[in-house]
């Protein structure tokens, strides 16, 4: 089957980096995206990868290794404004995306 | 530019009503998506479309049934809610497959089934 993993939630400090992992098995891969949801929104775009290495976007980043089925996404001098959950998503062989169950990350002061 | 709108943006229903909730984008998007979303759960496709007058099934299809019959509005109705369906329904749109193009998404749908 298909499967997407991620911390269920995570805790970090603000002004401090964080790092949110994301594992993938799925049947084809055509890309890896990284979503943003605050509580009671809609996901919002963040990265997209399809290359493995490092794509960065201020103070976003995202890694991704095929061959490990492997992504994170790398926050810098987190912000209050940045407690969201974080979802994943792989593209599969269809173009279908298979999202993960997210990860909510809680800045404290 | 309102982008991707749904309504209505909550709604309660007994067991066994019907009800449809509307999704319209405003980008000229080919491709657009029901999703639902359930706690400790990722989203989960449930019918999608990549054209006007096509639909298709997604992960979750039974219990639900779709149409496009403009390239703006994707329409998804329940037509005997059960309580298994509450849920918080979201549409999204896309430009083009999702080798390339992100998805964007609606508000959501606050359904809750009695």
């Known amino acids: 089957g298909q499967n997407i993993d991620q911390p269920t939630e995570m805790t970090a400090t603000e002004g401090a980096i964080v790092q949110i992992n994301c594992t993938y098995q799925?049947?084809?891969?055509?890309?890896l995206f990284w979503y943003q949801q605050h509580a009671g929104e809609a996901p919002t775009f963040l990265s997209y990868n399809v290359l493995d290495g490092l794509e960065e976007k201020g103070r976003f980043s995202s890694f991704l290794s095929r061959s490990k089925g492997y992504s994170y996404l790398l926050l810098k001098e987190l912000q209050m404004k940045d407690s969201a959950s974080y979802l994943c998503a792989v593209a599969d062989s269809n173009y279908q995306l298979i999202w993960g169950a997210g990860t909510k990350l809680i800045i404290k002061p | 530019n309102a982008g991707v709108t749904q309504t209505p943006k909550f709604r309660v229903l007994k067991t066994g009503q019907s009800m449809t909730l509307l999704c319209a984008q405003d980008m000229n998007h080919e491709y657009m998506y029901w999703y639902r979303q359930d706690p400790g759960m990722g989203l989960r496709l449930i019918h999608y479309s990549v054209g006007e007058g096509t639909t298709a099934k997604g992960e979750v299809p039974d219990g639900y049934n779709v149409s496009r019959l403009k390239k703006q509005n994707f329409l998804l109705g329940l037509e005997s809610a059960a309580p298994s369906q509450t849920s918080v329904y979201f549409c999204?749109?896309?430009?083009?497959?999702?080798?390339?193009?992100?998805?964007?998404f609606g508000p959501g749908t606050r359904l809750l089934v009695l």
């Open positions: 999204a749109s896309s430009p083009g497959l999702a080798d390339q193009e992100t998805q964007y």
């Open positions: 799925t049947s084809g891969f055509n890309g």
